[in-house]
């Protein structure tokens, strides 16, 4: 009696409980068995709501919820109905996993996708062998699941750690991934992936062909997309989805992993980058450098950002850089100060090709980015030295390393004086907003403590 047992089996999780729905899937009569699996929905989804459930997933076999009443069942039914009026309960399915796997474990979520990509394959070829010729009828029937696979792809984006963006990074960056921080199951991640990617293919849908991907469309351009390949046409129309898996920290891995495939190549791509695209990831991939938890993520994110950058032209990237290096509550320490160590590797660039004019070897730069960077902050310098022993972070002494590692540059590589470093005035300003009071601060300091600084050759004779 299907309606009696499943509204007890199918919550349950304990061990055997798969076989015996399995058996009542194959045996009991079809129409009850989808009958008593949408009852069970609608009971945990009220109890959840009732109790202010957040977990869903808790005490539910989300796996066993998906295989045995739909994928087993439904091609069972004699049909008095359409193949889209059956698959219509399907959007209660929907909504229950999309929510539950959210709080899913890792191989929870591996299974949820794995047992979603088969439903919509054994039902996309049952649909195809229903529907016939009836076009309209096969269309809609193919979006119903193709629905569901975007929201539970969508949901267990985050879950199934196949690692896609990590493995890129460190295909593009051979150099400085020295040690791999990629787990050794990294690989049933992107099995269950590879899995949903033919589930797609059985309804047509080719994803890397997609002229509106979704969040879920990231996740497989992600794992498809070969290493190295500069399809700037596919960044620009996945990028709204893209845009979208930054702000809301959705399917970021694969986010990352795309750009790190289009952008981060040797040669760098060739096609130009629209303003409407480097704009966007100026702007928010720097609170994922500084703020994101993850080191990961945070080293990524900054590589992706530098190429961008890189990439961009160079009146555009010099008026990002300044906003980055300027005083702002929205711009972390750690991204300024960051910001200043990209004008220095834009100065050796330009300052390398010396027959190429370039904003970055010339006066302009001096003018753009001196005010901020050429002048402390820290009212009292020597407190905040003394203050480094106890604490040993101090953003603004960092800062002033990377100012004063800039000036160097400057001094040691524009021997022709292109960026206007060592004129009378350049020098006069940098010595009175920076070098006198740092030089002022640490006589103190070394007076007090007898310590001697180790940039004292270069404080004592900046000019030289």
């Given at each position: ?76 039914l004699t049909l008095r109905k359409s193949p889209s009026q059956v ?156 845009l979208t898996s930054i702000q809301s920290n959705i399917a970021l ?175 006069r300003s940098v010595e009175s907003s920076l070098l006198g009071p ?27």
């Open positions: 009696d299907a309606l009696s047992l499943l509204p007890h089996l199918l919550p349950s999780a304990q061990d055997g409980t798969d076989e015996l729905l399995a058996a009542i899937a194959h045996q009991c009569s079809a129409k009850e068995v989808i009958m008593a699996a949408q009852e069970v929905l609608e009971h945990l989804r009220s109890d959840a709501e009732a109790e202010d459930v957040d977990d869903l997933s808790e005490g539910v076999n989300l796996a066993v919820l998906i295989e045995c009443p739909w994928i087993i069942a439904i091609p069972r698959l219509a309960p399907l959007a209660e399915l929907e909504q229950f996993v999309s929510t539950a796997a959210k709080s899913a474990s890792v191989a929870e979520s591996r299974s949820v996708v794995r047992c979603s990509s088969l439903l919509v394959q054994e039902l996309g070829m049952w649909v195809e062998g229903r529907a016939g010729d009836n076009n309209a009828e096969l269309t809609a029937s193919y979006a119903i699941l193709t629905t569901f696979l975007d929201r539970t792809l969508e949901a267990c984006a985050d879950l199934i750690q196949s690692c896609v963006a990590q493995r890129a990074f460190e295909a593009c960056f051979p150099r400085l991934s020295v040690r791999s921080v990629i787990p050794g199951d990294w690989k049933d991640g992107q099995d269950v992936v590879l899995l949903a990617v033919e589930a797609f293919g059985t309804l047509g849908r080719h994803l890397l062909f997609d002229p509106k991907p979704n969040l879920a469309s990231l996740v497989v351009i992600a794992h498809t997309l070969a290493p190295n390949d500069p399809n700037v046409p596919l960044l620009v129309s996945a990028f709204p989805a893209i891995d694969a986010s990352l992993a795309i750009l790190l495939k289009v952008l981060c190549v040797t040669p760098p791509p060739q096609a130009e980058l629209p303003a409407h695209i480097i704009i966007p990831l100026t702007t928010f991939l720097p609170s994922l450098c500084s703020a994101h938890p993850d080191a990961s993520t945070r080293h990524i994110s900054f590589r992706i950002l530098a190429r961008v950058l890189q990439i961009a032209p160079p009146m555009l990237r010099l008026q990002v850089l300044r906003d980055l290096m300027s005083p702002s509550e929205d711009t972390s320490p750690r991204m300024r100060n960051a910001a200043i160590g990209l004008v220095k590797d834009s100065v050796l660039e330009a300052l390398s090709h010396p027959k190429t004019e370039s904003v970055f070897a010339s006066p302009f730069l001096l003018q753009t980015i001196g005010p901020f960077i050429f002048r402390l902050e820290s009212p009292d310098l020597l407190a905040t030295i003394d203050g480094v022993d106890a604490s040993n972070d101090s953003p603004e002494l960092a800062r002033l390393v990377e100012c004063l590692g800039l000036y160097y540059v400057l001094l040691l590589r524009d021997v022709e004086n292109r960026t206007g470093v060592r004129d009378p005035g350049t020098i740092i030089r002022s601060a640490l006589g103190e300091y070394r007076k007090n403590t007898g310590r001697i600084s180790c940039m004292r050759l270069l404080l004592e004779e900046p000019a030289r």
